[in-house]
C-alpha cells in the first residue's frame, strides 16, 4: 500500500534559522514527489516537485528538497526561515501507475518564532 | 497560469439539503479533476477522481450517491453533496492535474447545521 509518513506534526524555529521538514514514502512504483503549503482557511500551493534527473531540487520561496531513493526521502528544506513560512506543509506521493492520484501525509505545520 | 478557483468558498446549510461546489480551471483544460476532503487539523484526503465527459471515479468508502460528481466540461467539475449532514461538514478542496502536477483550488469550507 501506498504510505507518505511525515513524523513531525509540529517544528518550531527561530526566524533566520534553517529548516528541514522530514518526508519518507513507500510506494509500489515509480515515485513523483510533491510538497505543498497550506495557510490556514486555504488550499494548497505547490513549493516543488520531483519527477526525474536531479536529486535536488528548487521550488518558490527558496525552499529546495532532495529525492534519497535509498532512504525513502524526499526532505524539504530552506537555509533561512521567514516569519511569511508559517504554515502547514504537506508531503505528497503519486504515479502514473496510480492514475497520478495523490497521497499525502499527514502534515507538519511549522511555528517560526521572532 | 495554472489557477484554479472553487465556489463558493464558505457555505452554510440545513441538515437534509444539497449543497454543490464548483471547481474550475481558469487558464488550463483539465481532463482529470480531483476531490478532496480535510477534515480539522488533518490531511486531504482523496474522494475521487473526474474525468471528463465520463463517470467519477470515487475511492473506497465513498458513497458515490451521496457524493455526486460532474465533470461536464474541460474546466468544469461540480461536486453535489446530497442530503447533507452535520457529519459532512468539512473543507473540500478539488484540483486539476496539469500532467502530473496538480494545482488546486482555494477549498470549500461547508458547515451543515
Known amino acids: 500500500a501506498q504510505s507518505v509518513t511525515q513524523p513531525d506534526i509540529h517544528i518550531t524555529v527561530s526566524e533566520g534559522a534553517s529548516l528541514e521538514l522530514r518526508c519518507n514514502y513507500s510506494y509500489g512504483a515509480t515515485p513523483y514527489l510533491f510538497w505543498y503549503v497550506q495557510s490556514p482557511g486555504q488550499g494548497l500551493q505547490l513549493l516543488l516537485k520531483y519527477f526525474s534527473g536531479d536529486t535536488l531540487v528548487q521550488g518558490i520561496k527558496g525552499f529546495e528538497a532532495e529525492f534519497k531513493r535509498s532512504q525513502s526521502s524526499f526532505n524539504l528544506r530552506k537555509p533561512s526561515v521567514h516569519w511569511s513560512d508559517a504554515a502547514e506543509y504537506f508531503c505528497?506521493?503519486?504515479?502514473?501507475?496510480?492514475?497520478?492520484?495523490?497521497?499525502f501525509g499527514a502534515g507538519t505545520i511549522l511555528r517560526v518564532k521572532s | 497560469g495554472a489557477v484554479v478557483s472553487q465556489h463558493p468558498s464558505r457555505v452554510i446549510c440545513k441538515s437534509g439539503t444539497s449543497v454543490k461546489i464548483e471547481c474550475r480551471s481558469l487558464?488550463?483544460?483539465?481532463?482529470?479533476m480531483f476531490w478532496y476532503r480535510q477534515f480539522p487539523k488533518q490531511s486531504l484526503m482523496l474522494m475521487a477522481t473526474s474525468n471528463e465527459g465520463s463517470k467519477a471515479t470515487y475511492e473506497q468508502g465513498v458513497e458515490k450517491d451521496k457524493f455526486l460528481i460532474n465533470h461536464a466540461s474541460l474546466t468544469l467539475s461540480t461536486l453535489t453533496v446530497t442530503s447533507a449532514h452535520p457529519e459532512d461538514s468539512s473543507f473540500y478542496i478539488c484540483?486539476?492535474?496539469?500532467?502530473?502536477?496538480?494545482?488546486f483550488g482555494p477549498g470549500t469550507r461547508l458547515t451543515v447545521l
Open positions: 505528497a506521493v503519486g504515479a502514473e501507475e496510480y492514475g497520478n492520484k495523490l497521497v
Open positions: 484540483s486539476a492535474g496539469g500532467g502530473l502536477a496538480q494545482y
Open positions: 487558464d488550463f483544460q483539465a481532463t482529470t
